[in-house]
């Protein structure tokens, strides 16, 4: 996966948006808020989706599938 913004799909930081910077380990480092200067956390891959790069055509699938996500972007 690209590092960048994503979802946190589970685990104990579920529902929230970090941003994926690095790796340690077999976990992700994911920032809880401003990258780099917000805390941060370890995070197992297969709890992340990437929000990078979400086109316009694929929005409505992903509305449906994490309506949370989206809410909580301020986009629907």
């Known amino acids: ?5 994503v979802w946190i799909s589970g685990g104990r930081y579920h529902g929230q948006i970090g941003y994926y910077d690095d790796d340690t380990d077999d976990k992700a480092i994911v ?11 370890k995070i197992p891959h ?7 790069g979400i086109q ?15 809410r909580a972007l301020g986009l629907c």
């Open 56 to 70: 316009s055509v694929d929005l409505e699938a992903y509305k449906r599938k994490h309506p949370d996500v989206l």
């Open 31 to 41: 920032y809880l808020g401003e990258p780099f200067k917000s805390r941060w956390v």
């Open 46 to 52: 297969h709890q992340l989706e990437s929000l990078d």
């Open 1 to 5: 996966m690209k590092h960048g913004p």
